[in-house]
């Protein structure tokens, strides 16, 4: 059984170390993390050692780095990791961010969003591995192997792009339903109302795996009637409105792109 | 039972003809369609008398109009409806298209989208409903609720306002999945890596009953290290990089509202 530490006690180390825990190949060995409010909590749910000093870092095959992207750096540099695999988990951040004087280095990052209690089914989350050679390659695959049917190499530069598509597919989204529950008000309408709507949409964006082609609605329909009335109805919202022009004029001219 | 005729052969007159076929306290009299090809087509499909004349229209107790928006107060006036109710379908047309010399007059806007194979589960679907007359409200009303468990009053207002949070929550939600993929043309990685994240992302929202209080990402934090890398990489896509500092910025400023 390969020994791991997770670092941090956020929503992703809070996430990462429950699916290791549930692996039979690896043992939690600590829960390492500057938070002494958060960091031994979470270990205390994981049943597992805490440390929250530089010296009281156990001795690990990986350790995985999951602590915000501006701490990843620094984090690496201060603590002393043997010969252990240091891989972070973060999709913006380079792996050459991690000290070089590690002697393993490695990125494990699982496309999926997380939140506090929210349970998170790894089997079929991407993640996309990246290693400074190819024996902690090995090592860090056999792992995310052993959470997710889904694994695949990305360089830096890739894992920029995929999670920038991300921040459109997750965070971007996320602001349309804010946007949508913000307009609703008007109407003294709840956001619940909107449910099922935003469930087949998901649905069929990714069942037809392609969500240009499945594209419908006044913008792509060109239709000046309809997009003047709706433009009337965000008179008292200037800022919706500027939003609702840019994105028909981006579906309209998506749309007309070989 | 009651007799329903549908008028129109497209997505929305195809999902709720078969919707209308499975209630016990309706029977499908009749689909009347312009379109000489997929008129008679659907109506085979349910086993249902066709008509494409206006004096070929039957008898009936209810008439849904599900035709495009602009057809429908040219459909109304051109056709004779005896004392039936006549009602459309359209989320951002109002009440009074519909022709004035009709006795009884209502719509019937089932908020979901509706795709050419793609089954719905209407018993989920939010139906919004009006009428030009109580008893009308009452007929159409006892209509919604056999579809669906969800049926609510609303005005033509309020309806074209939560019609506009629709296309905030479907189309442009789906644009952001489109532009995702893109961006992830970049990274020669296939879109299926998003769904995942997507699903959690819908799930997350609409459990959660607000998307606002949901926001996650660099956005929402201000992070202008990751803000600034992001932009760096649409460089090549400015249309994509105007669109990301604009969502940018409004996550930020929907932040501060109280």
């Known amino acids: 059984m390969k020994k791991v530490v997770v670092i941090g006690s956020g929503n992703v180390a809070e996430a990462i170390a429950k699916a290791i825990v549930r692996t039979p190949e690896y043992v939690l060995t600590q829960i390492y993390a500057r938070n002494h409010t958060e960091g031994p909590r979470l270990a205390a749910q994981l049943a597992c050692p805490y440390a929250g000093e530089p010296k009281e870092l156990a001795q690990a095959d990986i350790y995985l780095i999951c602590v ?8 690496s540099r201060s603590l002393d990791f043997g010969n252990g695999i240091v891989a972070h988990t973060a999709g913006s ?5 991690l000290a070089p004087n590690i002697p393993h280095r490695a990125v494990l990052y699982p496309l999926q969003t997380f939140t506090k209690g929210r ?3 790894f089997s079929s989350v991407p993640f996309f591995i990246e290693a400074s050679d190819p024996s902690s390659l090995d090592t860090i695959g056999k792992l995310a192997r052993s959470l997710s ?4 190499e990305a360089s830096s530069k890739q894992r920029a792009i995929i999670h920038l598509a991300a921040v459109f597919a997750n965070n971007f989204t996320n602001h349309m339903y804010s946007l949508a529950e913000q307009i609703l008000h008007d109407a003294d309408t709840p956001f ?3 449910g099922p709507l935003i469930y087949e949409t998901a649905r069929k964006a990714v069942e037809s795996g392609s969500p240009r082609a499945a594209q419908t609605g006044p913008a792509i329909r060109n239709d000046f009637q ?3 009335k709706q433009r009337d109805l965000l008179t008292a919202h200037p800022e919706l409105e500027k939003i609702y022009t840019n994105l028909s004029n981006s579906i309209w001219e998506t ?3 070989i």
């Open 68 to 75: 915000s992207d501006r701490a990843i750096g620094p984090l």
């Open 93 to 97: 951040v380079e792996l050459s961010a």
């Open 119 to 121: 349970p998170v089914d």
């Open 149 to 152: 049917a889904n694994v695949r």
């Open 192 to 194: 619940d109302v909107l």
């Open 226 to 228: 309809t997009k003047t």
């Open 255 to 257: 749309s007309k792109k």
